[in-house]
C-alpha cells in the first residue's frame, strides 16, 4: 500500500499522534499488537471488551518510556502508585469507548490519509524521504506486523478526527465573548483568615484504644516487603590492578617504541560520574540512562561544590563512586575515545555536559593538568601506569569468564571464588525489591537475588556485569517475607494520622463557627493584609482561595464565606472590592479568545466522554490493583 504514495506533507493530527505512537513503537520496541500467553486477565472491560494484562502493561511502559524520552524529572515511585495505574486504566477504557463509538458511527480514514501520514513519520525517512527499506525494518527489529500496525495507526487517527470534529463545533458568538473578557478580567479585594490544621493537633485527643482499632481495621496498610540479607563478591579489573608489576626494563622498552607518542603529552587527573548504558542497550533504556545524567547534570550546574557527593550518589561506576568519582592520573589514549577527546579539550576545574562513551553517559570534572614534555623520566609513571592497566585489562578478560564459571559450579557457597580471587566476602544490610539503589543501582542484579533459586535454594546468583569491567555475584543469607508490621513500630504513625483527622474536624468547626461570628465582629479573626487579585495573578494567595472568592456573590459588600482547604484547614474569605480594569488590548483579546476556545473545546470533549461512558457497560478489576498495591 505504502509503494502508491511517494511525498505527502505532514499534518498537525499527524504531529500529535506521533507523540502518541510512534514513541512507544518505533523508537521503543514495544510489541502492541501481540498477546502475552498466559496473561489474559481482565483489567477492565468495556462493553464486553476486554482490556487484558498485556495491553495494560504495554500502556504502562509507553507512558514510562516517552516521560524519560522527553527527558521529564519523574519519581520512579510515580510509576507504582495507585493513582498513577488508575490514569493508565482510564486512559485505555476512554480510548476503547471512543473506538466502540467510531465503529458505530462508521468513520473511516482513507488508505491515502493512512499513508500520507506514515510516510510523514521522521523515523522512516532517509535523505528527507520516506524510505520503504527503513520502514520494513524498524517493523520487524519490534517485532510489529505491518497489517496490524497501520490498522493501529487508522485507529489512532479516527480517534484524532472525532477530537478535531468537537473542536470545530466551538464557537463563540463576540457578545459572549466580550462579556466572558470582562468576566474573567474582574478583580476583587480580597482578605483571608487560616485556621490551620497543623495547629489543632494538639487538641486532638488519641486513645491507645482509637490506635489499635485503626490497626485491626487497617493492616493492609502496614505491609513490611519481602526483604533479603546478601553476601556477595566482586570481581573487577580495579581488584586485579594491585597484583600487576611492570619492570623497568618494560617501562624503557615501550618508551622507545612509542617515543613519538609522548613528546610534549600531558598526564591528566579527572573524576566522573557515570550512567550505565551498554551500547547495545534498547533504545528505551538508554533514553532513560541519559534523562538520569541530565537530571544529575542539571543538579551539578546548580551547585558544581557537589560534584564529588552526587559521583558517590549516583555513578554506577562502583569504584570510583566510591572516590567521589575520582580516576586518578592517567595519558591520552588510555580511556575510550569520546571520554579521551573530552577529558583532554577541557580546563582544570571544567564540568563536561554528557558525553557518550560504550559504557553509557558521563559527567566529567577535569581536576588537574600533570606535566608537559620533559622526557622519559616525566613520562615513566605515565607509561607505568598504562602497562599496568594493560595487562590488568588482559587479565581481567582472561579470568572474567573463571569467575563466572566458579560462582554458577560452585553455587552452594561463595567461598571458592574469594580465595580462589582473593576477594573479600562482603554483606548487605535487610533490602527490599525496590530498593536497587542499595545494591549497586542494579535492576538486574537484583531480580537475580530475589530468584527462586536465590532465595528458596540459597544459591549464588550468576556474575552479572554492573558496570564495565565490574562483575558480581550474590547469594541470599537471610529472607524475611512480606509481613505486617507490628503494633509497636507502626503505632506513632498511627497516631500521627488519627491527630491529623481529629484536628482537620476541629479546624473546620472552629472555622464555621468564627464565619458566624465575623458579621456582628463578636469575636477577633485575625485577617491578612487585603489583596487585589484577578484570575491570573493571585498575588500570593492559593488558587483554592482565588477560585472561592470569584464564586462569592458580590450584590452587597464586604461578603463572607468560608471552606475547607483540603488537609490544610479552613478558610474564611472576605471580598470586599469588585472592580473592572478597561483593557483594549488586541493581543490581550486574541489571547484570551484562543484559551476560552481551547477551554470550551476541552468542555466538549469531556462531556462526549461522559455521555460514551454514560451508555456503555464498564468495569475494573479492584481485586487485581488491591493486589499489585499489596505487592
Known amino acids: 500500500m505504502l509503494d502508491k504514495f511517494r511525498s505527502y506533507a505532514q499534518t498537525k493530527a499527524a504531529q500529535v499522534i506521533l507523540a502518541l505512537v510512534l514513541i512507544p513503537f518505533a523508537l521503543f520496541g514495544i510489541d502492541s499488537y501481540l498477546n502475552q500467553a498466559g496473561n489474559n486477565l481482565s483489567i477492565a472491560?468495556?462493553?464486553?471488551?476486554?482490556?487484558?494484562?498485556?495491553?495494560?502493561?504495554?500502556?504502562?511502559?509507553?507512558?514510562?518510556?516517552?516521560?524519560?524520552?522527553?527527558?521529564?524529572?519523574?519519581?520512579?515511585?510515580?510509576?507504582?502508585?495507585?493513582?498513577?495505574?488508575?490514569?493508565v486504566v482510564d486512559g485505555l477504557i476512554t480510548k476503547q469507548l471512543i473506538n466502540n463509538d467510531i465503529k458505530k458511527s462508521q468513520f473511516k480514514i482513507t488508505d491515502q490519509q493512512l499513508s500520507q501520514y506514515i510516510i510523514g513519520m521522521p523515523d522512516f525517512q532517509k535523505d528527507g524521504k520516506f524510505s520503504q527499506e527503513l520502514y520494513d525494518k524498524v517493523l520487524q527489529n519490534n517485532q510489529l506486523n505491518p497489517k496490524k500496525f497501520e490498522e493501529s495507526i487508522r485507529n489512532d487517527l479516527l480517534i484524532q478526527q472525532v477530537r478535531d470534529g468537537l473542536q470545530k463545533l466551538t464557537f463563540i458568538p463576540p457578545n459572549n465573548l466580550t462579556e466572558t473578557l470582562k468576566a474573567t478580567s474582574q478583580q476583587r479585594e480580597v482578605t483571608v483568615a487560616e485556621f490551620k490544621t497543623k495547629e489543632y493537633m494538639a487538641k486532638a485527643n488519641i486513645s491507645e484504644k482509637d490506635m489499635q482499632a485503626f490497626y485491626d481495621q487497617n493492616k493492609s496498610k502496614f505491609l513490611a516487603p519481602e526483604q533479603v540479607k546478601a553476601e556477595f563478591v566482586v570481581f573487577s579489573l580495579t581488584s586485579i590492578l594491585p597484583s600487576i608489576t611492570v619492570s623497568e626494563d618494560e617501562v624503557k622498552a615501550f618508551y622507545k617504541t612509542n617515543a613519538d607518542k609522548y613528546q610534549n603529552q600531558q598526564q591528566r587527573e579527572a573524576s566522573h560520574i557515570l550512567i550505565a548504558a551498554s551500547k547495545n542497550a534498547a533504545p528505551a533504556e538508554k533514553a532513560k540512562a541519559k534523562a538520569k545524567a541530565e537530571d544529575v547534570l542539571g543538579q551539578i550546574k546548580k551547585n558544581p561544590k557537589q560534584f564529588e557527593e552526587l559521583a558517590t550518589k549516583y555513578s554506577q561506576d562502583p569504584e570510583s563512586a566510591k572516590k567521589g568519582g575520582d580516576l586518578g592520573a592517567f595519558g591520552r589514549g588510555m580511556m575510550v575515545k569520546p571520554f579521551d577527546d573530552a577529558v583532554f579539550s577541557m580546563k582544570v576545574n571544567e564540568i563536561s555536559g554528557i558525553v557518550e562513551s560504550d559504557f553509557g553517559y558521563h559527567i566529567i570534572k577535569l581536576t588537574k593538568v600533570i606535566g608537559e614534555g620533559g622526557g622519559f623520566d616525566a613520562i615513566k609513571p605515565q607509561i607505568k601506569a598504562e602497562l599496568i592497566y594493560q595487562k590488568a585489562q588482559d587479565k581481567y578478560a582472561a579470568l572474567a569468564e573463571d569467575f563466572s564459571n566458579k560462582v554458577y559450579e560452585q553455587s552452594s557457597s561463595l567461598d571458592v571464588v574469594s580465595k580462589k580471587f582473593n576477594l573479600p566476602i562482603q554483606k548487605t544490610d535487610w533490602i527490599s525489591r525496590n530498593e536497587s539503589d542499595k545494591f549497586f543501582k542494579n535492576e538486574a542484579l537484583m531480580n537475580a537475588l530475589y530468584s527462586k533459586e536465590s532465595i528458596k535454594d540459597r544459591r549464588n546468583t550468576e556474575a552479572i556485569e554492573v558496570t564495565p569491567n565490574n562483575l558480581i555475584s550474590a547469594r541470599v543469607v537471610d529472607y524475611k517475607a512480606q509481613s505486617t508490621k507490628p503494633f509497636a513500630e507502626v503505632k506513632k504513625s498511627i497516631e500521627?494520622?488519627?491527630?491529623?483527622?481529629?484536628?482537620?474536624?476541629?479546624?473546620?468547626?472552629?472555622?464555621?463557627?468564627?464565619?458566624?461570628?465575623?458579621?456582628?465582629?463578636?469575636?477577633?479573626?485575625?485577617?491578612?493584609?487585603?489583596?487585589?487579585?484577578?484570575?491570573?495573578?493571585?498575588?500570593?494567595?492559593s488558587q483554592a482561595v482565588t477560585n472561592h472568592a470569584y464564586k462569592m456573590p458580590t450584590d452587597k459588600l464586604p461578603s463572607y464565606s468560608g471552606f475547607v482547604d483540603g488537609n490544610n484547614g479552613y478558610v474564611i474569605v472576605k471580598v470586599s472590592k469588585v472592580a473592572f480594569p478597561n483593557d483594549d488590548n488586541e493581543e490581550n483579546k486574541k489571547e484570551f479568545a484562543s484559551s476560552y476556545t481551547e477551554a470550551l473545546s476541552s468542555e466538549y470533549l469531556s462531556a462526549y466522554l461522559k455521555g460514551l461512558k454514560a451508555k456503555s457497560s464498564v468495569s475494573v478489576n479492584q481485586k487485581f490493583f488491591e493486589a499489585t498495591q499489596k505487592n
Open 496 to 541: 500521627d494520622y488519627l491527630k491529623f483527622e481529629a484536628a482537620k474536624k476541629l479546624v473546620a468547626t472552629e472555622g464555621e463557627a468564627a464565619l458566624k461570628s465575623v458579621a456582628d465582629a463578636s469575636r477577633k479573626i485575625d485577617w491578612q493584609a487585603a489583596v487585589l487579585v484577578d484570575r491570573k495573578n493571585t498575588k500570593g494567595l
Open 45 to 87: 472491560k468495556v462493553d464486553g471488551y476486554k482490556i487484558a494484562l498485556p495491553e495494560y502493561n504495554r500502556a504502562i511502559e509507553n507512558v514510562r518510556n516517552r516521560m524519560m524520552s522527553e527527558g521529564k524529572k519523574v519519581d520512579p515511585a510515580m510509576f507504582d502508585s495507585f493513582e498513577f495505574k488508575e490514569s
